[in-house]
């Protein structure tokens, strides 16, 4: 079987570095994941996550699926030896362009290339949704993290937007739609007993609710629309009807869409 990627973004990303595409293919990805973390409240709940990371001096942790990189330069500023893995060769390389000298790996979520108890720290943001097997990862987690160590893990539950339009039923369809296109698209709301079921202790569960009346939602909104046509969900003219809708909306104050984020973290025996 396949292993999934590690990288939390939505779009398919090739699992061999022969196929990869160049680092300026990615731009359009990057570009997203970059207005990602600019949503109000994204850099407050990255930043909760190192607090429960218990990251600081005298720590290695590594944040999985690290993407361009942000979180292992937030991490690095509080002192602790941070390692960024991801599958996504793109990713890879935008990252280490971004952060000269930082350690950045093409790594594996179910084969880290770590020895075993040798972590403080494991992060892993948005990016269990994107594994078939999200519980094999955690059973990596515990491998790597030495007693002790901390597991943080950050989800969107792709069931669960929620977002106001003139068509629900449409809107219920398009959701649901673009979650059946990923390998696992609820695991955010089994985090907490991916975490038990590894063997973590101390497991505790928050949410935290990003609500978003701009236009900074509507890549997003557009991303949902696309995906939910492109499976035969919708039709091309319910998607841009649909889309159009969304960016009137913007248009006049009128958008909402609130997206829960899962939290959960443990500490390994």
Excluded at 75 to 91: F, K, T, V
Excluded at 102 to 109: F, G, S, Y
Excluded at 153 to 164: E, K, P, R
């Amino acid at each position: 079987m396949d292993k999934p990627r590690t990288t939390p973004s939505a779009a398919p990303v090739p699992t061999s570095l022969a196929t990869a595409p160049t680092t300026a293919s990615a731009m359009p990805l990057v570009a997203l994941l970059d207005a990602a973390e600019r949503i109000p409240g994204a850099a407050a709940l990255r930043h909760h996550s190192y607090e429960l990371l218990r990251a600081g001096a005298d720590t290695t942790v590594v944040d999985i699926g690290c993407g361009t990189g942000t979180a292992v330069a937030e991490l690095s500023a509080r002192g602790a030896r941070a390692i960024g893995a991801d599958l996504d060769a793109r990713m890879v390389a935008v990252a280490r362009d971004r952060l000269p000298g930082a350690d950045i790996r093409r790594a594996d979520a179910y084969a880290l290339p770590f020895p075993d108890h040798s972590l403080h720290g494991y992060r892993a943001d948005k990016v269990l949704h994107a594994l078939t097997d999200p519980a094999a990862a955690l059973r990596e987690a515990r491998r790597v993290l030495i007693p002790g160590g901390r597991a943080v893990l950050i989800g969107q539950d792709w069931d669960t937007f929620v977002i106001d339009s003139d068509d629900p039923a449409l809107t219920r369809a398009l959701v649901h739609a673009r979650a059946d296109t990923l390998p696992s698209p609820r695991a955010a709301r089994r985090q907490r007993n991916l975490l038990l079921g590894a063997g973590f202790e101390d497991v505790v569960a928050e949410v935290r609710t990003a609500v978003l009346t701009d236009a900074s939602a509507l890549p997003m909104l557009t991303g949902l629309a696309e995906a939910a046509r492109d499976t035969g969900a919708l039709t091309a003219a319910e998607a841009s009807a649909w889309t159009a809708d969304q960016r009137a909306r913007a248009r006049t104050g009128r958008l909402f869409l609130a997206l829960p984020l899962f939290v959960a973290a443990g500490t390994a025996p």
